[in-house]
Every structure is written in structure tokens, then in C-alpha cells.
């Protein structure tokens, strides 16, 4: 027998007519031909596979016990000779049904936490007569004093307190006992006064004992941290509500990791995050999804997912970039195939059944998500079902030409 090449352009009608060549020589051939007593050896050979993916051939022997299509499926089965099968290596899988679970992996950069800043503002105008901040970074702890104010309203208030408080203490001694509440409702207003423009306890007990008023009051650290921003210098008059420094709390830094679209289904709160430093390869930290944001950036097309974790001044400082592994959320079981078995023809997408015996059929489907090469499958299969994973595009284009000619047959009768 001569051999015959055929070369098929990858183009629908093209490929169809091949394939039909193919098989009308193919199977002219093996009927008109005598058993080959080596054929089995080659059956043999192609069934040297991985063992989750079988060759159609090595189906066919156990595809026999399987029932036949329902009846208004039957005018899509394609046939197609054993010899033909090992020819074009047709390989099949089995439909299994499980949950897909993916890793997201995404590119994030550390950022300060802005929960834990500070921004420090007095209540207060006045000048500021000495300032222990004198540059960006410093590093400082709750209570640490970082200016002194001079304000003639400031001390205007502290000699009311103490007006009130001298008439307190004249009238408590007094015959008349409404006098003596007024005085010590006096005294309590100028006490709040004080405490609203965040003057501390301990100050107000010292001018209680020494009958003085301070000529500037010393202003603390709300907070500990690094002093991120500086908008005041020693003597400068400052107003109410100005902001003069800005603290950051380094005991926790945020990672902001960038998810696509497709990546935000996988992942919620609360998640184990993998994170690995470029310039420090080796060494990996761990973390879990804090929070992710609403809004879409519609620049990238992605969201933000924040990471929390803890500082480390001399490993993790803002503007660095990491790569983080995302643990998604595993799905709920639904029947899975591989990748490569489905066609895609953009209307709708299909794959191969393998019915044994050399009988194949296509069938729609509605696909889920993907992932690791896989597609979860939401319509149209079941499990158990054997799909097939290599050469499902020339059997595909045989049942389109099966179907044509049968709608040209109908035209003529």
C-alpha cells in the first residue's frame, strides 16, 4: 500500500474535508488490507502513557460496557476505525469530580500603617519657644516631650483656675452652702477648660501646688513612633488646629498586594498569605488577608488586599516590594477536566465524549473558573464521563462535516 500524506490548514472546512480524506483512505485501506499480525504491538506502544490519561484504544475494551447514547444524541456519535484511533493518537481521560483550589500569586509593595498615625495639632494658638523634634525620622516614645508653648490665652486660663480655686477653698469653710457650690462649680469649669486644650493632670496638680502659672506649657508625644512629617521650627507662632508633626506607629506595617479580576473570587479575609523578599531570597514570612478593597483601580484592573504585619525596621520599610502567595479558598466539588480537552469555538464550548467501541461525541458545556490547568465544569457533565484530550480538534471537525452532510442529504430528499 503507498502512503499517502495529507497536509490540512488549520481552518475549519479545511481541516474537516482532511480528516474525511483521511479517514475514507484510512479505512479503505484497513478493510481492503490483511490483518497486520504486528498491529498489536502498536496498539501496545501507544498506550504508554500517564496514569490518569488512557489512549482511546486501551478504552475501547472496558468503553464496551458503557450504554449507548440516547437516541436523539445519536445522529452527532462519530465512528471511527481502531486503525485511525492509533493513527492520529486520540487520548482520553476520565471526568473526575473534586474541588479546585489555587495559589494566587501577586507582586506588593509595604506601606505605612496609616491606622496608627498621629498628627499633632494644639487647641491652642501661641509661639513655640522650644522644640525637641529638630529632624524627620526621629524616633520617639508616648510621653516624650516634643514642644514648649508660650500662649497668653493659655495663661490667662491657668490664673482663672487658680482664682477659682482660692475662692473654692474660702468659701468650703463658709455659713452659706450655695456660695460654697457655685465656687466649686467655677472651679471645675476652669478645670475642664485646661483639660480640653490638653493640658495633663500632673501639670494641673502642679500649679495647684505651686499657686504659679506656667509661662509655656510642655506638649508629649500622643503616641510612640518615627516622625514621618516636620512643619514647625523653634520660635514660629502657631495656630489652632495647624498641623505641626505627623508620627507613625513602626510596630506594624501594611503589605498591599494587587489581585486581577479573575484572582477575586479565590480570595477573602482572613487567608494565609506566603510572602518572599527579592532582596533577601531564602527567607519567607507569613501573614494572613486583613482586608481587601472595594474599589477597582481602573488603570491595572486591580484590587487591593492588605496585609498586616509586624514591623521590622531594619527588613521591611515602605516603598519595598515583595511577592506574595495567596492560599485561595477551595470550591465546592464539581466535575473537572483538563484544559487541553475542551474546544473553545467562541459561541459555545464542547467536548469529546469517548462512548468505547470507536465511538466518539462532542457535547456542550458551561465552563467555571480555571485553575492549575484544569476547568471546573458547571453544565454538561456529571463524572465518570471519559473525555478526549488530544486530537478532539479532528474529531470535532468530523462531526461538523457528519452534520453537514446530513443536512445536505435532507435538502435533496
Excluded at 502512503?3 to 479545511?14: E, G, Y
Excluded at 501577586?106 to 495639632?121: G, I, N, P, Q, W
Excluded at 469517548?354 to 465552563?367: D, K
Aim: glycine share 8%.
Amino acid at each position: 500500500m503507498s502512503a499517502f500524506i495529507i497536509f490540512v490548514r488549520a481552518t475549519p472546512l479545511r481541516l474537516s474535508l482532511g480528516l474525511a480524506g483521511l479517514l475514507i483512505v484510512l479505512g479503505g485501506c484497513t478493510k481492503a488490507a490483511e490483518p497486520d499480525p504486528h498491529a498489536g504491538h502498536a496498539m501496545d506502544m501507544g498506550t504508554m502513557d500517564a496514569p490518569a490519561e488512557t489512549t482511546a484504544m486501551s478504552g475501547m475494551a472496558h468503553g464496551s460496557d458503557m450504554s449507548d447514547p440516547v437516541a436523539d444524541e445519536a445522529d452527532t456519535v462519530v465512528p471511527i476505525e481502531p486503525s485511525v484511533i492509533q493513527t492520529i493518537g486520540v487520548r482520553t481521560r476520565e471526568v473526575t469530580v473534586s474541588s479546585l483550589n489555587r495559589i494566587i500569586q501577586s507582586t506588593a509593595r509595604f506601606e505605612m500603617d496609616e491606622s496608627s498615625a498621629h498628627t499633632v495639632t494644639l487647641r491652642t494658638g501661641g509661639w513655640v519657644e522650644r522644640l525637641f523634634i529638630t529632624y524627620e525620622g526621629a524616633l520617639v516614645r508616648e510621653g516624650d516631650p516634643l514642644l514648649d508653648l508660650y500662649s497668653p490665652e493659655l495663661v490667662s486660663t491657668q490664673e482663672e483656675y487658680l482664682l477659682a480655686l482660692n475662692n473654692a477653698e474660702r468659701m468650703s469653710d463658709g455659713a452659706i452652702e450655695s456660695l460654697s457650690k457655685d465656687a466649686e462649680r467655677l472651679l471645675e469649669a476652669a478645670r475642664r477648660r485646661l483639660l480640653f486644650w490638653d493640658i495633663t493632670a500632673e501639670q494641673i496638680e502642679e500649679l495647684e501646688r505651686t499657686r504659679k502659672p506656667l509661662r509655656t506649657v510642655r506638649f508629649n508625644a500622643p503616641a510612640s513612633g518615627e516622625v514621618m512629617s516636620k512643619s514647625v521650627v523653634e520660635g514660629q507662632h502657631v495656630s489652632a488646629g495647624e498641623p505641626l508633626l505627623k508620627i507613625y506607629d513602626t510596630s506594624k506595617i501594611w503589605l498591599m498586594a494587587d489581585l486581577y479580576e479573575q484572582d477575586l473570587s479565590w480570595v477573602r479575609e482572613g487567608l494565609p498569605v506566603s510572602i518572599e523578599l527579592p532582596y533577601d531570597p531564602g527567607k519567607t514570612f507569613t501573614g494572613r488577608v486583613d482586608h481587601i478593597y472595594y474599589m477597582l483601580d481602573p488603570a491595572t484592573r486591580t484590587a487591593r488586599a492588605r496585609i498586616v504585619m509586624p514591623g521590622n525596621r531594619r527588613m521591611l520599610k515602605p516603598g519595598m516590594y515583595a511577592t506574595v502567595r495567596i492560599q485561595g479558598e477551595p470550591l465546592s466539588p464539581a466535575p473537572i477536566v483538563p484544559e487541553e480537552s475542551v474546544i473553545r469555538t467562541g459561541e459555545q464550548d464542547v467536548v469529546i465524549i469517548a462512548l468505547g467501541n470507536g465511538r466518539f461525541m462532542p457535547r456542550a458545556v458551561r465552563l467555571g473558573v480555571l485553575a492549575d490547568g484544569s476547568y471546573r465544569i458547571l453544565e454538561g457533565l456529571e463524572g465518570g464521563e471519559v473525555v478526549v484530550t488530544r486530537a478532539q480538534f479532528l474529531i470535532d471537525s468530523e462531526s461538523r462535516l457528519k452534520s453537514a452532510v446530513g443536512a445536505m442529504a435532507g435538502h435533496q430528499h
